[in-house]
């Protein structure tokens, strides 16, 4: 890297580090092959100093090139500086081409940065090409992602480019200037450093962030009376509560999977959502690989199916009082110890008698939706069978969130009403929208006198707001963020801003009266920590996009005797229960606008562009409803119409109904799409919402989805073995009429390892960012239009009650002998030098009788003119090393073949054959598990040649002989001995 | 100045009556012969001596030929022009080239049929002197006509007339070039 | 005087010599060419939109298109196999029937043709099948069935078109030298080519007729085998089945002759041909008709048949085709197109003009719906479940079938006013051996 003294415009166009080679993850230093050939090549680090002589500064912008990149960039407006300050952004598009020292045309940059979900920071990098961001890829160095990312963390790039972003400050519905918003600060500042500040509120969203802290902090100082309000509709109120009363403390905690030989979870989704859940999926795809000890044992007792569940040894689906009841007797059993490791045994029983053999290699998880019983019953068990220190460590809390966001939203809308409010900053979040039901906070708001709304969108609470002031996205904004164990990433922007925007934290700086810009603040916060080696640790930081050793430390807990408080009874009248789950597509609500994760088949039900209430098939039969069938929900008072999903393997008499719809104000893509959950909410059961009426309405909803029939039908698709098992049938070569074309060189193959595959879906996301693959909108995808190279099928096995759930992420299988080319008639689709099955779009006529002949159907057809019709996501997000495909071709996956050609480009100038692992394509870079690998088979030494060699391996429909070059791992269920022998389990659903 | 005689032509009510004219003709040593009816007459063309085995012959030819050609494309411009892997197919993958092959033939074999017929018939021709035969249009319906051409060596205009007239030809006309 | 064969001519020729040919035929035109204006604006959808204004998916890439192209190809066959061989036989029949027999193939065909080119993607480009030095230098894909396809197509457009002239230069002739409108006399006059009626003409012309007709009948069998390989040579479970040729020409040829009782019965309605198509002409396209249609219950009773030996996938979709979402499709061909036959046991039927209409309409019909239910039935059940999913047709795939209907009549309605229906030098020919025997 360069290491003279660099002016600070430099600093803010850090190039991702490559990690040192035998890293932690050194096998991923072909994540950012541009950089490091930028940094390899000497005439670039001659380019650099060149530059770096040139000390940039507001007065020497080229302001034509400024407007030529702006308006290509986004035809937004916004050209000015910074909201609060007059600093310009201290954004790469400013100096380049010309001022940034690593850029050379063409070739993108990789910026590393950290996206926050849940208030907890995801280290990311971002290619960046020409001062666009349009890809997302994990930071290996950082400890939530180790390269890998989830579905949010891809899409963050096209809301970046939203052209429904707000976009001028704006008070009672007309438009104001930044002056005036800067003007209006000022007044606030002066208006309550009078008394202090009573009377002002501010609302914030939790955020792990040291600058925010820091600057709350500061502003208390000036402003001890201020009333500072923290409020996220997902936070882990419970938890907190079961800490404090297991440990006497609130604690966070952090959990090693690769230590775990037995693993229980009480609802939640430990690999799905929550703090963390990309690092822990890696985690446990690595013990699962762990050649040393046997195959870890994964129990999981829920109420909603998550990925955990399918991915579950055994699996129990109840309703939420009797996952307390479970909780409850396998603490008993624990105890008491009275385990028999054999023989018959109820589900708690077999739990308790393998988590008793596990001792200190066990790990007990509870979601954040349960009660903070059955939370502290699994604190309890982890200390008492001695998992602390190895399967499960305690951190202090992440973000001074004070006690509880409910109850911290409950104070402000007590102050609301009592009308105490003369002030009322909300700095991010939506709370008009996400507020429980029992708090109409959009009516409250309208009695607090000066209310300023922060956001990236005029959304629900922006519209009803005095003011709403414009917020950067991710991508545009300085700050830090700490990762679900402890680690602080360097938030840098990737682009300059679409948008003339600000940020909580300027806000926040503008209140505490220090006024300097985002990356002023961040700078101030690390300069106070590091204060001499500022400079040198600053740099690196950037690069790397983490703080080095800043991890939190284990804090000693000593839990008290704690005992469950006995169960009170269950209601008398049998009724059915609701449990709210953030929804696997827009999370809270506030990814509604986002297309892709709109279009994007929620990983069990397959549904898009919506949600539904889920029911068990019984549970729906038994009201007579079908699923799409409308429903009307009713508890005390509060009533809402859904449609029902039949979802085999939900608990019976629950029903699940995920939050993040029915949205009002969310934007042209995300507005009155599905049904706002948070309208039965109350703040007394957030999370659990027990007697519910359910009455059938007789209307139905058509919800759209993308797989229809989820039986294999006794095919043999997604194979699974026993562990230890041998095949059915090794893919020895079948005999073949046709001659053999030689690939000598590289012929690219992947294997997909299906036991290691959760379902996730940030393949499918990222597939969609590299490849431009276009959204085409509910309607198409009603049609079965849907135009995802990658799709991931969803088969059931066993009864609906409770049955195995397989996941099969399909790519094209580009088959050596492909039914797809001999019937095309124009030459449109053939094979490649090395076996690859290419798609000639410029050459394609549309007959379509290529996908008539594919028989795993992979193949996708612009019917319309997709990238340009409603929906379509913004032209700056798409990858300029991929065509955007128009109307009336075929296509289809490529093995991301703009990755592998700029990989033989590389290898050509260094004169070497392409290594293994050199390409990463779109799809196994994000997979966190690495259930995807690629590379080329011919080389002994590649991984997926030795996944080929592997007893598990398997060509999908390899009796048509179609040779196909993705090829499949088969699955290991350790559940079928286990089923054989208690075989009563499943029923007890 | 009178024009160029083209010949001599007569017209029968039946078919019979041509057939006999006809032959009389020949037997009288004319050889340069035509004859006219609403449809065809083989009893009566054999004695004017038509000969049509030709256009099998070249038919069969052209459909050999086209066949060839258009195996011979496919070979070229799959295999050798602009070889291509599809689908780990072999190039040369003949049974596939075969049915774009019979197809082609047959179009070849009806082409060239209808070619040789317009070739050998002379046709098209708009304009021909018989076509100035008053009642001549009747050929094409219920009339039959023999016309002896003004070029046979033994042409003698009224001879001629009178070996019609003695096979009761209805009308007799002399035809002129050009008339 | 008149000769015995002077009648026919003059009845026949005076039908598209007449002024004035009576309302009827001008509203079903005025109808027809409204349906056109229909096929139009589907066609318009279709080049401006997209393909997309069709109901097609995936896997469901091909729907009402491919339907329509094969039953059209199909009635094309059917009608120029029955012709050439009733030519080469010189069967009696020919005399009634070749000559619209050879116009509906012809019409069908410039119908079928429509679809191939207007289903892809890309219309507009549909030249690049054609081996023509393109600027990309790459040559068309002899392997693909649909390539195949698009030589079929092409000659079989060339070919009927000629069968149908060379048959109709004679009688060309005779409407030249009947014509009294000056126009009319010389339109004829340029599409007759100079014919004289020479005998020496006379001999080449049956030549060559017959030569066509040769021509005809290998080139029919390959091209509805090679409609039949479109689907044959695919994975797709249902499709990929050797016996397809056989169940194409078949019923292509059943659909065929249908048509051709459809229209006789209704010609000799309308314009009082009886004495040309008699009887004993009905009589015999109903026995064949039917005799066909027992081949073709043959056929039905062969797939099941087949069907029991055949892979489970293959199993698992004929099945679904006929008892799945679409089994109505594959019922509906059977009663139509195997038990409404039936009723031609009955020669009070066969010659009875209005039911064998009905007949004819009933098994062109039902084809159609074997048609459908082989496209879209047949890939409803293929090798993924994940990927099983349905179809239903947009009114824009009506519009274009219905437009192409229209264009269909509107095209033997233009026949029949303005082209002798009957063959008239055949007649006469045939008249003549009969009264010279």
Known sequence: ???????????????????????????????????????????????????????????????????????????????????????????????????????????????????????????????????????????????????????????????????????????????????????????????????????????????????????IRLAGQSFPEVSWHHYSPLSNDLGRAASQAVFGRPVDQVFDLTQADVIVTFGGDLFGAGAGHVRYAADYAARRRATNRPLPNLYAVETTPSLTGARADRRLNVAPREVESVARQVLSHIRQGTVQPSGPQSFAMAIASDLARAGPRALVVAGREQPAVVQ???????????????????????????????????????????????????????????????????????????????????????????????????????????????????????????????????????????ATDGHGLVQGTWRAAWDADFEARWLKSLEDGVVEGSAAPAIPVQSARWSPSPAEPAPPVPRQTIVFAPDPSVWDGRFANNGWLQELPKPLTKQVWGNAALMAPATAAAFGLRTGDVALFTHDGRSLEAPVWSLPGHAPDAVTMTLGYGRTAAGSVGSLRGFDAYRL????????????????????????????????????????????????????????????????????????????????????????????????????????????????????????????????????????????????????????????????????????????????????????????????????????AVTVRWRGVMEKCTYCVQRISAARIAARMENRPVRDGEVTTACQQACPTRAIVFGNINDPGSVVHQRREDPRHYALLGELNTQPRTTYLARISNALPARAAGGADDDTG | MSRADYGVMGEFATADQLAEATRAARNAGYRRLDAFAPFPLRRVSHVLGCRTEIVPVIAATAAVVGGGLTYLAEYWMNAIDYPLNVGGRPLNSWPAFIPATISVSALWLAAAAFLTMLFQCRLPRLNHPVFAVPGFERASEDRFFLCVLADDPAYEARDITALMKRHGAVAITRMELGG | MTTPVEAPTREVSRIPLSPDFGWGWTISLIASVLMVLVLAYAIGALVFVGVGVWGTNVPFVWGFDLTNYVWWIGLANGCSLFAAILVLRRHSLRTAINRFAEGLALFSVICAGIFPIFHLGRPWLFYWMFPYPATFQVWPQFRSPLTWDFWAIITHLIVTTMLWYVGLIPDLATLRDRARL?????????????????????????????????????????????????????????????????????????????????????????????????????????????????????????????????????????????????????????????????????????????????????????????????????????????????????????????????????????????????????TRHDEHLEGSS
């Open chain 1, 681 to 880: 909410r109350t703040s007394r059961q957030p999370w659990v919402l027990e007697n519910v009426t359910v009455i059938p309405t007789g209307r139905r909803d058509e919800l759209i989805t993308t797989q229809h029939h989820y039986w294999m039908e006794g095919r043999d698709i997604v194979r699974v073995v026993a562990p230890g098992e041998t095949p059915k049938s090794s893919p020895k070569p079948r005999p073949s009429l046709y001659p053999d074309f030689i690939y000598d060189g590289n012929a690219w193959g992947m294997a997909i390892d299906l036991d290691l595959c959760l379902g996730c879906n940030s393949c499918v996301i990222a597939c969609q960012a590299e490849n431009n693959v276009p959204i085409v909108g509910p309607e198409e995808v009603a049609r079965g239009r849907e135009m995802h190279w990658l799709r991931i099928d969803r088969y059931y096995a066993g009864g609906t009650a409770n049955p195995e759930t397989y996941f099969q992420p399909l790519p094209c299988m580009h088959c050596e002998k492909a039914p797809c080319e001999i019937v095309c008639p124009v030459n449109a689709t053939v094979h490649s030098s090395e076996g690859l099955n290419e798609m000639v779009y410029s050459r394609c006529v549309g007959t379509r009788t290529c996908s008539n002949n594919c028989p795993y159907k992979v193949r996708r057809f612009n019917w319309f003119n997709y990238s340009q019709r409603a929906f379509a996501a913004p032209d700056d997000v798409h990858n300029p």
């Open chain 3, 182 to 426: 000056p126009m009319a006399k010389r339109v004829f006059a340029v599409f007759a080519l100079g014919w004289r009626s020479s005998l020496r003409h006379w001999d080449f012309h049956q030549r060559a007729y017959r030569l066509v007709a040769i021509a005809v009948i290998p080139l029919v069998l390959v091209i509805q085998s090679t409609v039949a390989f479109e689907f044959a040579v695919t994975l797709v479970p249902d499709w990929h089945e050797t016996r397809l040729p056989l169940h194409f020409v078949v019923t292509g040829l059943e659909s065929g002759l249908a048509l051709i009782l459809l229209a006789a019965a209704a010609l000799r309605g309308s314009l009082r041909l009886e004495r040309y198509i008699d009887d004993e002409d009905m009589n015999l396209i109903g026995k064949l008709l039917l005799a066909n249609a027992l081949v073709a219950g043959y056929v039905y009773a062969g797939e099941v048949g087949v069907m029991v030996f055949a892979d489970r996938y293959t199993e698992a979709s004929t099945i679904n085709r006929i008892t799945g979402d679409y089994a109505g499709l594959y019922w509906g061909a059977i009663a139509l197109a195997v038990v409404v036959p039936q009723a031609l046991w009955f020669r009070r039927i066969r010659l009875n003009n209005g039911l064998c209409v009905l007949i004819g309409l009933a098994v062109t019909a039902g084809i159609w719906l074997d048609r459908l239910s082989i496209v879209v039935a047949g890939v409803q059940r293929d090798y993924l479940p994940s990927m099983w999913r349905t179809y239903a047709p947009t009114p824009p795939e009506w519009y274009l079938f219905l437009g192409t209907v229209g264009l269909f009549a509107a095209l033997f309605l233009l026949f029949v006013r303005y082209l002798p229906v009957i063959s008239m030098s055949e």
């Open chain 1, 1 to 215: 890297m360069v290491k003279q003294r660099t002016p600070p415009m430099e600093a803010y166009i850090r190039g991702a580090r490559k990690p040192d080679p035998g890293g932690p993850e050194g096998d991923e230093h072909q994540l950012w092959r541009s950089v490091e050939e930028l940094e390899g090549s000497g005439d670039v680090r001659r380019f650099s100093e060149a530059e770096f002589s040139e000390p940039a500064s507001p007065e020497s912008i080229d302001r034509r090139t400024l407007l030529n990149l702006m308006t290509a960039s986004l035809a937004l407006g916004g050209l000015s500086g910074c909201a609060v300050n007059r600093q310009p952004f201290g954004a790469p598009l400013l100096s380049q081409p010309h001022r940034s020292p690593q850029h050379i045309p063409g070739v993108p940059l990789m910026f590393a940065t950290s996206l926050e979900l849940d208030g907890l920071g995801r280290g990311v990098l971002v290619r960046s090409h020409d001062g666009r961001p349009v890809k997302i890829e994990g930071n290996p160095l950082h400890p939530a992602s180790r390269g890998a990312t989830d579905a949010f963390a891809q899409s963050e790039v096209l809301s970046l480019y939203d052209p429904d972003r707000s976009k001028v400050p704006m008070a009672g519905g007309t438009q104001r200037s930044w002056a005036d918003v800067r003007q209006l600060i000022a007044r606030l500042r002066q208006q309550f450093l009078a008394n202090g500040g009573r009377g002002l509120h501010i609302l914030l969203q939790p955020c792990a962030s040291p600058t925010r802290d820091r600057l």
């Open chain 1, 376 to 514: 502290a019953i699994a604190h309890v068990l982890n200390s008492e069978l001695g998992a602390i220190g190895t399967a499960v460590r305690y951190i202090e809390p992440l973000s001074l969130d004070g006690n509880g966001h409910t109850q911290s939203l409950l104070a402000l809308a007590e102050a609301m009403a009592s009308g105490r409010v003369e002030a009322l900053l909300i700095l991010g979040g939506n709370p008009a929208y996400e507020a429980p039901a029992d708090i109409d906070f959009a009516d409250l708001l309208g009695r607090v006198p000066l209310s300023v709304h922060l956001g990236t969108y005029r959304d629900e609470t922006g519209i009803t707001c005095r003011w709403h002031v414009p917020a950067r996205h991710a991508l545009e904004s300085w700050g830090d963020l700490r990762a679900f164990d402890g680690t602080v990433g360097l938030r840098q922007p990737a682009t300059v801003p679409m948008v003339e925007a600000t940020t909580p934290e300027e806000l926040l700086a503008g209140i505490a009266g220090e």
